[in-house]
């Protein structure tokens, strides 16, 4: 026992010097709350980037375990602070395990522009619950009487309900005869044209344009509803939850689409400016307001799907 505890000692140790780090320091950093949990509890594991101003940051996709034996229960989404021109990205996870012993949480990989980073390795010890020895041992019980139940009660009287359940039985089925052959009107088809998600988002654009919000000083709101034409129409376009997903999410599954990677750098550019104004109290220049529109019209109209409608030849 007392060797178990120093290994645990010894772990917690070496995971909190891994994992203190400058608040200024650019890379990825992940610590739990604690290094020893019983089997089944639930513990934060806090993962924070730090980069700086402009820094193109590529956030680590965490699906559901950060381990072999350790799971994800829940995590936030990214939450991000500026720190004296520095970017601080933290996220919080639920995590759990339900395998005794110690288990190693591997490097959790991010990239800052070309370079990559990594946290260091830690360890997670799991322990049992232990028995109660304690105790004396306790006298045998009384023999407990065992009540009726729904079983019992139907089997002495259902004979007296099968004539009424019955009769009810065969009107139910004769009035559901009756309206299943009876000769029904036909139903009125309505047909609603499905508008195209270009067509939807050059809609929106062009409102949003016309608001002025940005030359009334209403930036903020500005880039939240740019920021939402731009996921809805990728949403439509791509069939791609991006209004539920942040911008790393949205870029790791438009990997596979058709855009190229001039379209890629455009998306990326726009949600990542206006993650920066929505979070991080970023204020962008006349000229960058102006610009970010032009990009969602570009993306657009670069991307949209043009129906082709076949056509007979006449002379067939």
């Known amino acids: 026992m ?26 990825i950093t992940a610590f739990p709350d604690t290094n020893i949990i019983l089997i089944g509890q639930q513990i934060e594991l806090t993962v924070s980037i730090t980069a700086k101003d402009k820094d193109i940051v590529r956030f680590p996709v965490l699906l559901d375990s950060v ?54 390795a830690f360890m997670i010890g799991v322990a049992t619950m232990t028995l109660d020895t304690t105790n004396a041992i306790a006298d045998i019980k009384t023999i407990a009487t065992d009540p009726l139940t729904w079983q019992d009660y139907f089997n002495a009287y259902w004979p007296y309900g099968a004539w009424p359940l019955s009769a009810f039985i065969l009107a139910a089925l004769g009035v559901y ?27 929106k654009l062009k409102a949003l344009e016309v608001e002025k919000l940005w030359q009334n000083n209403q930036i903020k709101q500005y880039h939240v ?35 190229n990677e001039d379209q890629k750098r455009v998306l990326r550019k726009l949600l990542m400016l206006t ?17 970010v529109m032009k990009d969602a ?20």
Request: one cysteine or more; proline letters at 4%; hydrophobic letters at 40%.
């Open 225 to 259: 509803q740019l920021s939402e034409i731009t996921r809805e129409y990728i949403e439509n376009r791509f069939n791609i939850f991006a209004l539920e997903q942040t911008t790393e999410e949205i870029m790791h599954y438009m990997r596979l689409s058709e855009l």
């Open 297 to 316: 019209y570009d993306l657009v109209e670069s991307t949209k799907k043009i129906e082709v409608e076949s056509t007979q030849n006449s002379n067939s």
């Open 67 to 120: 381990a072999s034996k350790v799971e994800i229960v829940r995590q936030t989404e990214w939450d991000t602070a500026s720190i004296n021109g520095f970017f601080k990205f933290t996220k919080t996870l639920k995590i759990t395990s339900w395998d005794s012993g110690y288990h190693a949480i591997p490097p959790i990989p991010a990239m800052i522009n070309s370079d990559t980073f990594a946290t260091r």
């Open 2 to 27: 007392i060797k178990k505890w120093f290994i645990s000692i010894i772990v917690g140790l070496l995971c909190l010097t891994s994992n203190t780090a400058s608040a200024q320091e650019i890379g």
């Open 275 to 291: 993650d920066l104004v929505k979070f991080a109290k970023e204020s962008p220049l006349a000229n960058e307001n102006e610009q």
């Open 177 to 203: 005869l009756y309206n299943r052959f009876k000769k029904k009107p036909e139903p009125v088809v309505e047909i609603i044209p499905v508008i195209p998600a270009h067509v939807i988002a050059f809609g």
